[in-house]
């Protein structure tokens, strides 16, 4: 792994000085903002009462914190505690959340405790990991995703991001409710998400009462049964983070299985992802590519030396990619990662924040930072 590491050493601290002198000109102006996306070159504030709730408010002041771990640069860690401080809003209204209560207060309220020890940080987010576990559904052992009479009970492989907030519930509580939920969770969509060829589904439906499987569609991808790239990427990253917070191998073998089947779809696509695998147009995904790359990074550590060149290399193949072809290093634009899509078929956004916050974390863990909010 080192030996990869170093020969793109150059590449990495090159494009590593690139990501903080654009970050830290970028904090000047929003520091006390939650930006989503960037709206001609600027980023937008979702740090208001009608956005609170939306599910990338974890992705800046997470960005926020990889970059004050990495240069102690006070400016950081203000803006981070600005959006964790605002966030509190969310919790209080209650109604508007939903299970990406996890990327919310993992990147926000833990990793602020893992950074600074923080109590009343540790307070919100086990607040926030008992609102994720009441959404447990013990028929269909499932967490269900959103709120709304039927898609309450849809769960969607996003979730495996989730779940990370629930092992460390249980490791602060020495409660193995959490983590039982989550691992619980994580064995139906093994069952149920994952295909034999190692693509997954986006979302199963269950029935509420019975847990019975009712169908699996998709909202985000191409088609049912097609491959919408950033859920492949979800399963990957989220799959190696059970198996770290766990220790059980079936879950690095999944991890492996969707990473194996990620790499062939991208390899000859020059390692930028289509928004699905299985479109028929040229759609792209950014997004996906740094997600899946952050997830082989995790990888790469987990498997013996002999084995974890094949994760490290596409990693750095696809942040390569994104790097020479979709980032803007500009003063004229905020982001940095561009053509990040929400859904296939909705064209693509200039920016995105959930692109963003996983390029800056695979960049951070290629130049060799290891705190994993995660
Ligand atoms: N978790 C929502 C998405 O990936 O779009």
Redesign the pocket.
Known sequence: MNNLLNENKQWIDETWAKVEKKLKRVVGTAKYTIPSKTINGKYNDCSTEKAIGN?TNGFWPGIMWLMYDATGDEEFRESAEYGENALDMAQERFNCLHH?VG?MWLLSSVANYRVTGNEKSRNRALHAASILAARFNVNGKYIGAWQGERVCNWA?I?CM?NIPLLYWATEQMKNPSFKFIAMTHADTCMRNHVREDGSVNHIIEYDGITGEVLGKPST?GFDVDSSWS??QA?AIYGYVLSYIRTGEKRYLDVAKKVAHYFIAAVCSDGYIPKADFMQPDDQIDS?AGAIAACGMIEIAKAVPERESKLYLQAAINIMKALTEKQCDWSDEEDSILQNNS??WGEGVHISAM?GEYFYVEAMYKLKGFDKLFW
Request: with cysteine; glycine share 8%.
């Open positions: 599910w990406d990327f969607i996003d991001m985000q950033r859920g979800w997004s929400a859904c959930y």
